[in-house]
């Protein structure tokens, strides 16, 4: 398997554009994740689907990010309009969940998109 | 709070020393355990589940203390290659979100 296929690796934009991640995850997993990574915040969940269904989209910072799944090999996140702050590292996970507890499932991630807004 | 709190370090360490992280949590509902590693410009993989009995991987191993709300790991014989970032991670009460720790930066030395 290829693992979790995210485009485009490296985003640069102006303030005001709109920007969309793109994530392939794992053929067969049941659970997409979005992250983001800063050095001052860390890796944070920002949303997260179990069969194409958002199951919890606290994590997103307000109502300028979206996600979506369409289908279960494709989930996008979008950013209209981006601001400098938005500046980081997105990850795309992806896991498979074998039993009716979370129990010992391991998320494998994408490489990320690096998100720059100028 | 933080709901996962780790030592930031970096700890540099030379090749072949033993060294230690500790991770505490503040959910005592949390029931699953993780040991993450990033490099550097890289995503983060899982290295080990942590078990409540604790558990051995080579050189690794992982203790986890429900009583106090943490979680250790213990790299045994270093080498150039452990080099990373290792982020201690849990699960929300019983769910699928994992809550991930801003990360220990391990830096072993010739």
């Known amino acids: 398997d290829a693992g979790v296929i995210q485009s485009p690796r490296h985003e640069v934009t102006e303030m005001g554009q709109e920007v969309t991640l793109r994530c392939k995850p794992i053929s067969g997993h049941d659970y997409l994740f979005w992250y983001r990574q800063t050095m001052m915040r860390g890796l944070e969940l920002l949303i997260y689907f179990n069969n194409n269904v958002p199951i919890d989209d606290s994590g997103m910072p307000e109502d300028r990010f979206s996600a979506k799944m369409p289908n279960a090999s494709f989930s996008t996140l979008k950013i209209q309009p981006s601001e400098p702050r938005d500046s980081a590292v997105y990850f795309c996970?992806?896991?498979?969940?074998?039993?009716?507890?979370?129990?010992?499932?391991?998320?494998?991630f994408g490489p990320g998109t690096r998100l720059l807004v100028l | 709070r933080k709901e996962v709190e780790q030592d930031p370090g970096p700890f540099n360490v030379p090749e072949g020393a033993t060294v230690a992280f500790n991770c505490t949590y503040s959910n005592s509902a949390s029931q699953s355990f993780f040991w993450y590693r990033q490099d550097c410009r890289k995503e983060p993989k899982l290295l080990m589940s942590?078990?409540?009995s604790g558990n051995e991987d080579g050189r690794f191993t992982a203790q986890l203390n429900r009583a106090s709300q943490y979680i250790s790991l213990l790299i045994r014989d270093s080498k150039l290659s452990d080099s990373a970032t290792y982020l201690c991670v849990v699960n929300l009460d019983n769910t699928d979100k994992l809550i991930f720790g801003t990360g220990t930066r391990l830096q072993v030395f010739p």
């Open positions: 996970a992806s896991s498979q969940r074998d039993g009716p507890q979370p129990i010992q499932e391991t998320q494998y």
């Open positions: 942590v078990y409540s």
